[in-house]
């Protein structure tokens, strides 16, 4: 099977030889692509909606893959008992949703050893959210595909942290452009996410060019935001200049 960019990406950072569990599965493309690969032993397929499940189910017996994809109709991880799985993934779904998966579903995710996460909103908060938890941040990968950008990471639950005390607290030191941006795509210097910082300055040099000049109290409140904004970004750029 030929997945999407961002669908490839996601799946790439499943551990080789872990169990999943695919929340929001949709069409269970990426679970019959780690079957196909050979990337997974075992994986269940979750949706909380009996129409996008029901897809996903006649899609998998069309593959031959019943008998390693199992679907289960299920609120987040509701449907999972502890240790059943290794690895989870949460793609395409809002910031909000992707905590809201993590808090309600927290005492199957102390079980796992890695959590695959692709917010499509709300990414900075996302990331504060996993720092204040404790959660270490294993990997991060962006792509881009049909102009829009997908930034994505690996996290481990804290139960599986192996750090000493101080990485651990090192590790939770975070900067707003590396919530906002990822601390380990800026590290990394992702070539992606250059391309990202590129648009986004640009962007919010084009807006300042335009509001310059104008007037008005609300004129000057968007001007510090965008300035502000400006700035984290370019903050961000920097590590692409050391």
């Known amino acids: 099977m030929e997945l999407s960019k961002r669908l490839t990406a996601v799946a790439g950072l499943v551990t080789e030889g872990a169990s999943v569990a695919d929340i929001g599965t949709d069409h269970g493309y990426i679970p ?63 910031g909000g949703l992707v905590i809201h998966i993590l808090e309600e579903g927290k005492q199957i995710v102390s079980t796992l050893k890695g959590c695959i996460l692709q917010p499509q909103s709300e990414i900075q908060k996302v990331r504060e959210y996993l720092v ?19 930034p994505m990471m690996r996290v481990v639950p804290p139960e599986y942290c192996e750090h000493k005390t101080a990485d651990r607290q090192e590790d939770c030191k975070k900067e707003e452009w590396e919530y906002l941006y990822g601390p380990l795509l800026l590290k990394n210097k992702n070539p992606i996410l250059y391309e990202y910082l590129k648009r986004e300055i640009r962007i919010r040099e084009d807006i300042l060019l335009g509001l310059a000049g104008k007037d008005g109290e609300r004129i000057k409140e968007r001007m510090t935001e965008i300035e502000h904004e400006l700035e984290v970004a370019k903050k961000a750029m920097s590590y692409y200049e050391e």
């Open 32 to 94: 019959i692509h780690l079957i196909e690969q050979n990337l997974s032993p075992k994986v269940i397929a979750m949706d909380i909606n009996k129409g996008p499940l029901e897809r996903a189910r006649i899609h998998i017996a069309g593959y031959g893959m019943s008998d390693r994809i199992e679907t289960r109709l299920s609120d987040g991880l509701a449907a999972v008992k502890p240790k059943e799985v290794e690895e989870m993934i949460v793609a395409g779904m809002g």
């Open 132 to 150: 204040e938890h404790g959660f270490r941040f294993e990997a991060e990968d962006m792509v881009e595909e049909d102009g829009k950008y997908y």
